[in-house]
């Protein structure tokens, strides 16, 4: 079973388009993460959320508590944030402070 | 400050040997996690330190696979007769552990993770 579900799993976008990435849960959580992951790199905390909306220059998150889900926006875009981008949940109760991971989303920028 | 580092970028080994993949945490860190990530895959869960002691290792594959923390600082994930299948990225993060609030407003909950270690089984 997969407790998190992000969509699309692949996006190719024009540099300045706003971009789009959604994620959704099935199990009650304490937080919500996104992540992003460059090829070859590490991954990056974007954002911790557990209610409301957080921005960060051109990114920003939103969560929805009761309909589980929540989406990362991306405006005006540009080729460097060409990554991979991970939504990541802290399930509540968290005996372990583990996190459940969707799969991914693959952007790529075309300048 | 320095983040999370793990040593070696990089293991190619053959199959059934013995591999070490090592994690040094973020100082003052007691929370440490060790997961894989398999190509097109999300980052999977394997084993969470608190301090150093195993508080979840319910993400191991199998017995051949182990992990320590001695110290409550640097762990080492342990592989033992390793397996093509075991080809993967290995992550580690690190965070400071529940119940701790730091300035800034950022939560104990957020991990910090490192660059990780490429495993290639041939």
């Not at chain 1, 388009?17 to 996104?34: D, K």
Request: include cysteine; proline fraction near 5%; glycine fraction near 12%.
């Amino acid at each position: 079973k997969n407790e998190v579900e992000q969509s699309p799993q692949n996006l190719t976008a024009q540099e300045g388009e706003f971009i789009t990435i959604n994620c959704s849960y099935s199990v009650g959580i304490s937080a919500l993460h996104w992540l992003q992951q460059h090829p070859g790199g590490g991954i990056v905390s974007l954002f911790m959320l557990s209610s409301g909306k957080k921005k960060h220059g051109r990114l920003i998150a939103t969560i929805n508590i009761q309909e589980k889900h929540s989406s990362l926006h991306i405006t005006a875009s540009h080729p460097r944030d060409s990554a991979v981008y991970i939504c990541a949940v802290s399930p509540k109760p968290n005996t372990g402070n583990q996190f459940y991971f969707g799969t991914g989303t693959s952007l790529t920028v075309i300048p | 400050g320095a983040g999370v580092s793990q040593t070696p970028s990089n293991k190619v080994t053959e199959k059934g040997k013995y591999v070490e993949l090592r994690c040094d945490p973020i100082s003052g860190h007691t929370a440490l996690y060790w997961y894989r990530q398999s190509l097109g895959q999300g980052p999977e869960f394997l084993i969470y330190f608190q301090g150093t002691g195993a508080a979840d290792d319910s993400g191991l594959p199998n017995d051949r696979f182990f992990a320590v923390r001695p110290e409550g600082s640097v762990s080492t994930l342990k592989i033992q007769r390793t397996e093509r299948g075991d080809s993967a990225v290995y992550l580690c993060a690190s965070s400071l552990g529940q119940g701790r609030a730091l300035a800034g407003g950022i939560s104990t909950d957020t991990q910090y993770f490192g660059p990780g270690t490429r495993l290639t089984v041939l």
